[in-house]
């Protein structure tokens, strides 16, 4: 079916004003176990008025999975280099929750001079999650505008993929480092139909899986859900877990909600990113250029966990070392869950396709 | 009634009736139609589409008539145009003004950026900096118009990068030209006073929605019918009357001005007495039809019209035909026929498609008529069912009650006498005669039927089950029905209806031997007879499940292991079979994992080791590792607050199942010396964890391709709510199931209320979202792709060989053969037509024999071409059929050694679909009907289920390509998940659509695009 419905705008509308790195083995029965070995967290330090830190040591960060300390693995600021910090286990690769859809297809290792396994983490693979149901109508074009700027401005060491949503997605421009195919997919969108924004995302996070080192979803939504199976607890649980950020931008109808005011607070709290409820096209562009600045102030950490008996939800805190730095905000998710193979295989399915495959009729 | 064309053998009327269809239909009489005339819309075709919403893969002549259909579909709202029509409107006006900036040849030039401010203008957008600057970036400036630019996918891309370099742009912005019916003045004269100002036909169908209306049901027609029409009784005369002719009158048939009526010649005397008119003179005799009785007796010719040959025969019998339109049009003929978003009596249709009839010619009644005297009188609030109360006592013959069965047509409900009839006679169908349906079986069933009728299609699908099992099942659940107590009774709902679904799979799978079938149902159902208490549900779940696994050849002492490698098919002996069986088994396994469902070894392990302790035995202490995995369930990290769900989910409590199950902890009883009552208490626990697992299994083997919710949600299985407890009044606990919790993130997700009968269709229905379609405009199109997935998912091809296999592909190929033979014969293409109008329209039929008359082979469906080759050697069995080309020759060779692969009934039982709503079974069946029209309700799954070319389009691709037959069971999932993503459909009959994925998804397939199902070595089957 065609999308076009914009009679259910009307009515609806005035009704309501990781990530880690993964081993797999057999046990008896022939099914996969899936361990977590290496954990990836993207930090956001932050002073009283929310401006960044920087400069700051490996040394001055203490992280602890359910209580138990953990020693970091690799350090980077920012865009910069990555500072390896031990030695890599034996065997261990740096393969995200799926193991089978990495980007480059190949899997990074420290070599016997001490390299780091991450050289190719700079810069961030960002998804954009745009809003094209109903809800967001009749600031869709603004809406684009402030989009195209954020592909615009983004740095060259990111690669962006554009979806789009209503009851369903969209998967407009799969993840490249060229900005035009980008803006054309953003230039592509129909606005029509319902919103499912949480299974959206949820196929989102999927697809972010498959690829290695920073990964960010940055969602401009209008808010509401009216089409959604999945619950938000299951996508922010995803999230964290394949060590995804959420951001979340919304219009003022989002704030206006505050079933969507609630879940995108402390969903994107809980993966380390942020919300924003933009009252106008100049507030959304503020929050494009935040979260831009965001990732190019993040510290990312790596940890090899150290044992836990725990196959369950992993709580993590992060904290800072040091009188003088107790004073200062972290931001970044608060733990993952040990994933089943079949989530992320599962997604495999329905993946996104390369990018020779993304030039489709529009 | 015995009257001598009853007793008539049903293929020499088959055979009478083809004939002359074909000769007077398709004999040489192709209307001299006017030069195709065109009309100008401004700007290009794909804008236009994408504003009009009309998948932009449609022909160009389908263009006019779908946005004529799109514009009376969306365009209004109580009189008032909708922001759809408004936008329509508007992008026109944007396109006219683009179009004075064209050149002679319609293309737009921008020299630069200096010359770009009325176009930017126009299209509603400013530059952020001025020419020259850095950052030539657009803005909007006019949000209607860039909404239009954009929405109209203006490449706005392109124009900023060239102004950002100051480079001319070049946008080609032509007119386009489309094909109009008739011409297009016809059109305009029609519309109101406003619309006759403007000779534009786009103008005029966005201004008047009867022309727009009348316009797409004039689309629907053959070209000969249609011109007929147009000259009399005139469009103006049937301007009135679009909406009937929309919903009813694709079945019209003019020829030489003659209307090809239903039941052929026979039948024209009583056509004209109903209508008033005589079929010789069409005009009037299609205007009286569409205007007789508000509509009523154009629907009940319509559904007449659509049935195969052999009914229409039975149906337009003379003494038949009137009182069964009088039935039809009695109840409310004040009411009109076209007044809805759906054509209404949906269910006359089914009734007329599946009435059978007994050897005298009476429509066949299962038990006999005092069993439908006394059927218990309906609750339904209508004047037709208490008019059947009335009169059904004085019901004297066969035919009162089909009269009695097609006024309760008429009645919108899926729960009334008319679905009694044709649930309960598709049982009878399938019984052979020694074995139909006694009197009082029919009456208990009938009796049943509110509350079990949906379980009925298991009889259906199983006819071996005798009429004691069916009493057995009634009984048993008519006892689970009184247990008092709210969460035992939805535990044991689950469970019985689990182990029923285990049950029907093996038995689907044929692992249970036939003659097994009937002892292993009683004695899978038998222990669920009494149950008064949680350990009591727990040990008949066990023996239950235990003769179930000993039905199916299992052992004694089995695990779940051992139960999900049975489900997932019989064992097989080739690496492909064995590696195909064991990705099955892994995917049930990964979804009992994702739903975090404990095992039920570990659960009858425990529940052994309570017995023995409660008899004595220690070893308490060994049974505390398997009660902490009780705890192997965790509730998602909440983002709600307890209260906050409460008032933002106030009707949706569905996770009480699951926050039980979190607070049982059976290691304190087992650490301590507990009481017996203590053990036996802490055993019951045991039971709620047993029943999610059952139900797990049922889910996990009918995952659709692609699926999310299962893996995603692990609350989705333990939430089904089988007693109704999490909505009041919601309860259901035998009727399909339904999603709730739909669109309400505080609710903790959509789970299922209902049973577990018509669970694949419930899961493909959940789960279809999660197909992100390849089309940008496109959207899943929720009419007809749970038909598809359930038809891709429920079949297994264990047992296909490569011969069968083979046997599909020829089949299709011969027909393409026949086809292709019949562009020079004219006496061998009446005979292809002759098959081929038992599943094609009017204007389908004549345009394969355009594509004939032009020299050229018509590409039609897979299954039109495989019943074509298959129909035309049961009715001409005397043509040579072999010489029609290399697969024809093939095929009788391959016929003349393995008859039995080779016959339609084998390949139908395993390469049709199944049609729980139009069959009322699972049985698998390719039945040769036309495609159902749309329709709303329960009734819209009819379309869908009139759909049966994928699997035979797959089976021919696998054949070709070398894979065997087993790989079916990984490939057809796959390959139509595929095809659903690339559906760009526009209206709800686009066939063509679901035809044009499929084509794409196979030639993808051909050109080994699709990796992971990329052939093995050893994949090949011959």
């Known amino acids: 079916m065609c999308k076009r419905y914009f009679l259910f705008l009307l009515i609806s509308l005035g009704l309501c004003t990781q990530a880690g790195m993964r081993a797999r083995a057999q046990d008896d029965n022939g099914r996969i176990l899936v361990n977590v070995n290496l954990v990836q967290l993207n930090v956001a330090v932050t002073d009283s008025k929310g401006r960044y830190i920087p400069s700051l040591n490996p040394q001055d960060f203490i992280v602890a999975e359910d209580k138990i300390p953990q020693r970091i693995a690799t350090f980077e600021e920012g865009n910069g280099p990555t500072r390896s910090l031990i030695d890599v286990p034996p065997g261990a690769s740096l393969t995200e929750a799926a193991s089978t859809g990495s980007e480059s297809g190949q899997s990074h290792r420290a070599n016997s001079e ?56 969209s998967r407009a421009a799969t993840l490249t480092a060229d900005r035009d195919q980008v803006l054309r997919g953003v230039r592509s969108t129909v606005a029509g139909d319902d919103a499912a924004l949480y299974n959206c995302l949820l196929l989102t996070v999927k697809d972010t899986a498959h690829y290695t080192g920073r990964k960010v979803i940055v969602v401009f939504s209008n808010g509401p859900d009216n089409a959604s199976l999945v619950p938000p607890e299951d996508v922010a649980e995803l999230a964290q877990s394949t060590g995804t950020i959420i951001y979340m931008i919304s219009t003022q109808i989002a704030h206006d909600e505050p079933v969507s005011t609630a879940v995108f607070e402390r969903m994107s709290k809980a993966t380390g990113g942020k919300a924003y409820f933009a009252k106008s096209w100049k507030d959304e562009a503020r929050a494009f250029a935040s979260i831009r600045d965001d990732l190019a102030h993040l510290y990312t950490l790596t940890y090899y966990p150290a044992a836990n008996p725990n196959r369950g939800w992993r709580r993590i805190t992060v904290k800072l070392a040091g009188k003088d730095l107790q004073k200062y905000h972290i931001r970044t998710r608060d733990g993952y869950r040990l994933l089943q193979t079949a989530q992320l295989a599962s997604g495999l399915s329905s993946g996104p396709a390369t990018e020779a495959d993304s030039a489709r009729p529009q | 009634m015995n009257r001598p064309l009853r007793a008539l053998n049903a293929s020499l009327v088959v055979f009478v009736f083809l004939c002359f269809n074909a000769d007077d239909c398709f004999g040489g009489t192709t209307p001299t139609a006017a030069p195709q005339q065109t009309v100008i819309i401004p700007g290009p075709l794909r804008s236009f589409e994408r504003m009009a919403a009309i998948s932009q893969k449609v022909p ?12 009376f579909t969306q365009g209004y709202e109580n009189g008032r145009p909708t922001e759809f029509l408004i936008l329509v409107d508007r992008y026109l006006q944007q396109a006219r003004e683009l179009q004075s900036l064209a050149d002679s040849h319609g293309v737009i030039h921008i020299a630069d950026c200096d010359h770009s401010a009325t176009l930017l203008q126009i299209l509603g957008y400013r530059l952020r900096s001025g020419c ?43 007119v386009s030209r489309v094909p109009v019916l008739l011409h297009e003045s016809d059109w305009s004269q029609l519309g109101s006073d406003h619309a006759r100002r403007n000779p534009n036909l786009i103008d005029v169908l966005v201004r008047d929605r009867l022309v727009a209306r009348l316009y797409w049901a004039f689309a629907k027609l053959d070209d000969e019918t249609r011109l007929s029409l147009a000259r009399s009784p005139g469009l103006s005369r049937l301007l009135p009357y679009g909406g009937v002719l929309d919903f009813y009158g694709t079945q019209i048939c003019i020829r030489n001005g003659h209307v090809l009526v239903p039941g052929g010649t026979a039948a024209e005397s009583t056509w004209k007495s109903l209508v008033g008119a005589s079929p010789e003179s069409s005009g009037d005799f299609v205007l009286h039809l569409l205007e007789k009785d508000n509509g009523w007796l154009a629907a009940y010719y319509d559904a007449v019209a659509r049935v195969n040959p052999t009914q229409q025969a039975h149906l337009t019998e003379s003494a038949r035909l009137k009182p069964l339109y009088e039935a039809f049009r009695s109840p409310d003929p004040e009411e009109h026929a076209a007044n809805a978003a759906f054509r209404k009596a949906p269910s006359l249709l089914v009734l007329f498609t599946r009435v059978q009839w007994d050897p005298n010619g009476d429509p066949h009644v299962p038990g006999n008529l005092a069993a439908w005297r006394n059927l218990p009188k309906q609750k339904v609030d209508s004047k037709i069912i208490r008019d059947w109360n009335k009169r059904a006592r004085r019901w004297g013959n066969q035919e009162q009650l089909l009269e009695a069965m097609v006024a309760a047509s008429r009645v919108p409900t899926d729960n009334g006498p008319l679905q009694i009839y044709l649930t309960i006679s598709e049982l009878d169908r399938v019984r052979p005669s020694e074995r139909h349906l006694s ?76 003659a097994e079938l009937n002892a292993s149902w009683q004695k899978t159902i038998e222990p669920f007879a009494k149950i008064a208490s949680s350990t009591q549900l727990l040990d008949a779940s066990h023996q239950s499940l235990g003769a179930l696994m000993v039905a199916a050849g299992g052992k004694r002492s089995w695990s779940q292991y051992d139960l999900i490698e049975l489900l997932a098919g019989p064992v097989q002996e080739s690496p492909n079979g064995q590696r195909v069986h064991a990705e099955l088994a892994r995917r049930m396994g990964a979804v009992l994992e994702d739903q975090q469902l404990v095992s039920l070894d570990t659960l009858f392990a425990l529940s052994d080791g309570i017995q023995q302790m409660e008899r ?51 290691t304190k009883t087992l650490k301590t010396s507990a009481s017996r009552a203590q053990l036996e208490a802490g055993r019951s626990e045991l039971a709620p964890f047993v029943r999610d697992t059952l139900v797990g299994l049922n889910y996990a083997y009918y995952e659709p391709p692609g699926a999310q919710v299962l893996h995603n949600n692990p609350l989705f299985v333990r939430s089904h709510d089988f007693s109704g407890f999490s909505i009041v009044g919601a309860e259901r606990p035998w009727e399909t199931p339904e999603l709730f919790g739909i669109g309400t993130p505080a609710g903790g997700g959509a789970y299922l209320i209902g049973s577990l009968t018509d669970l694949p269709y419930a899961l493909a229905a959940a789960e279809q979202d999660f197909i992100a379609p390849e089309n940008v ?34 089949y299709q190929r011969s ?41 050229s082979r018509p590409v039609l469906l897979p299954a039109d071409n495989f019943y074509l080759a298959s129909g035309f050697r049961e009715k001409f069995p005397d043509e040579d059929v072999a010489s029609f080309g290399p697969a024809s020759h093939e095929l009788e060779s391959l016929q003349h050694r393995h008859s039995t692969e080779t016959s339609f009934v084998r390949l139908s039982q395993d390469f049709g679909t199944p049609h729980p709503i139009l069959a009322q079974t699972y049985s698998l069946e390719l039945l040769s009907v036309k495609p159902f029209p749309a329709s709303g309700g329960e009734d819209s799954r009819l379309f869908g289920e009139s759909w049966d070319s994928t699997n035979l389009y797959w089976a021919r691709l696998a054949d070709e390509m070398g894979y065997s037959p087993v790989m079916l069971n990984r490939m057809v999932p796959e390959l139509t998940r595929r095809m659903i993503a690339k559906i760009f459909a526009t209206d709800l009959e686009d066939w063509s659509a679901v035809q044009r994925a499929m084509q794409e998804t196979g030639d993808e397939f051909r050109e080994g695009k699709i990796a992971s199902l990329q052939i093995t070595t050893e994949g090949s089957g011959h």
């Open chain 1, 114 to 169: 001490g390299q780091s396994p991450f050289g190719q983490l700079t810069g961030a693979n960002v998804f954009i999650l745009f809003d094209t149901s109903n809800y967001m109508y009749r600031g869709f074009a603004f809406a684009q505008d402030s989009i195209a700027d954020f592909v615009r401005s983004l740095e060259d060491a990111n690669k962006i993929a554009f979806y789009s949503y209503s009851r369903d997605l």
């Open chain 2, 60 to 71: 160009v002549e389908k263009v006019l008539p779908l946005f004529a259909r799109n514009v």
């Open chain 2, 132 to 174: 020259g600057q850095k950052e030539v970036f657009l803005m909007t400036s006019d949000s209607e118009r860039a909404f239009l630019t954009i929405d109209s996918g203006f490449p706005l891309t392109e124009l900023e990068g060239d102004l950002r370099k100051n480079t001319p742009f070049t946008y080609p912005f032509p």
């Open chain 2, 439 to 514: 009197a009082p079986t029919v009456g208990l069933l009938a009796a049943k039927y509110p509350q079990y009728g949906r379980w009925y299609l298991i009889f259906s699908e199983f006819p071996q089950l005798s009429e004691e099992s069916i009493a057995r099942f009634l009984t048993v659940a008519d006892s689970i029905n009184g247990i008092p107590h709210l969460a035992l009774r939805g535990n044991t709902l689950g469970t019985f209806q689990a182990n029923v679904g285990l049950w029907q799979i093996l038995a689907r799978q044929k692992q249970i031997p036939k």
């Open chain 2, 616 to 666: 004595g035995a220690g070893g308490g202490d060994k049974l505390v590792p398997l009660a902490e995995d009780l705890h192997g369930f965790e509730m998602p990290q909440q983002i709600f607050t307890k209260n906050e769900k409460v008032e933002w989910a106030p009707t949706i409590y569905s996770s009480r199942h699951a926050e039980l199950q979190i607070k049982t902890d059976l």
């Open chain 2, 777 to 810: 405009q496109a959207l899943i199109w929720k009419e007809v792709v749970p038909d598809l997935l359930v038809s891709a998912m429920l079949p297994r091809w264990w047992n296909i060989s490569s011969n069968e296999l083979h046997a599909v592909a020829l």
């Open chain 2, 815 to 855: 027909g393409e053969e026949i086809l292709a033979a019949s562009v020079a014969n004219e006496q061998l293409r009446s005979k292809a037509l002759s098959i081929l109008s038992e599943r094609m329209t009017p204007q389908r039929l004549e345009q394969t024999d355009s594509s004939f008359r032009a020299g």
